[in-house]
């Protein structure tokens, strides 16, 4: 679902899809190997948001799609 | 083959792997790194100090002044979600040798039979912590046929040394 630029992510846990139960598993289409990404947000419609991970993409996506539209990539600490 | 692994290494790492991440080119090492912890791992995190933690949230918030509340928060929490701040330190003294001492004697007196390892360069020759530092993790990882077999058939990518 599309959130606002006013919502507030809380967290982001990331599960593999091994971890949850068969009946989720199968009512999200989903294979152990996969994963579920579960983002707990403010201001928002809904207060938690699931996302599979599924297939060729990387666990490791989401935070890499976060670093880039934050504009850190290429960027290096300075403390 | 039987999957998932969970493997029982525990990791404490610094800047030094968040920061490579962060590079557009050469990022590749780190995300082997992460992928293992998620894929591979039974803590599916790694751990940092609080001191250092703290370093890099207010790093990533000095950065996205400006940007929306939205994506700032959304990379706190990706990095919240795959390094998670030793909370069991209180808040550490800031010293990071002795607090990643305390956290490596910690760790390692709540899970004595887990394999413990400190992702850093900074104390490679410390005779306790003997840390690796991001390029010999990642030949470790990389050396765990198991795993790498996994990845490569998962995300459909050739073999890591060839064309990753």
């Given at each position: 679902m599309e959130l606002n630029k006013d919502s507030e992510v809380k967290s982001i846990t990331i599960v593999k899809g091994s971890s949850i139960s068969p009946a989720e598993r199968i009512a999200r289409k989903m294979g152990m190997e996969d994963?579920?990404?579960?983002?707990?947000?403010?201001?928002?419609?809904?207060?938690?948001?699931?996302?599979?991970?599924?297939g060729a993409q990387k666990p490791t996506d989401g935070f890499r799609d976060a670093i880039s539209s934050a504009g850190l990539l290429n960027k290096k600490f300075d403390f | 083959m039987e999957f998932p692994k969970e493997s029982k290494e525990i990791f404490i790492v610094d800047e030094e792997i968040v920061e490579e991440f962060l590079n557009e080119e050469n990022y590749y090492r780190s995300e082997i790194f992460f992928n293992y912890l998620s894929s591979w791992c039974c803590c599916k995190h790694a751990h940092m100090i609080p001191s250092l933690h703290k370093k890099i949230i207010d790093w990533i918030k000095k950065e996205t002044i400006g940007k929306d509340t939205l994506t700032q928060t959304k990379?706190?929490?990706?990095?919240?979600?795959?390094?998670?701040e030793a909370d069991l330190l209180g808040e550490g003294d800031g010293d990071e040798l002795h607090d990643t001492e305390l956290l490596f004697d910690l760790l390692k007196l709540i899970y004595p039979n887990y394999p413990l390892r400190v992702v850093s360069s900074k104390y490679?020759?410390?005779?306790?912590?003997?840390?690796?530092?991001?390029?010999?993790?990642f030949q470790n990882i990389a050396s765990n046929k198991e795993f790498m077999e996994f990845f490569e058939r998962k995300y459909s990518i050739g073999k890591w040394d060839s064309s990753y």
């Open positions: 994963f579920l990404e579960i983002m707990v947000v403010k201001n928002s419609p809904l207060r938690m948001i699931t996302r599979e991970i599924k | 990379v706190i929490a990706e990095f919240e979600n795959w390094v998670e490679k020759n410390h005779p306790k912590l003997g840390s690796m530092d991001v390029d010999e993790i």
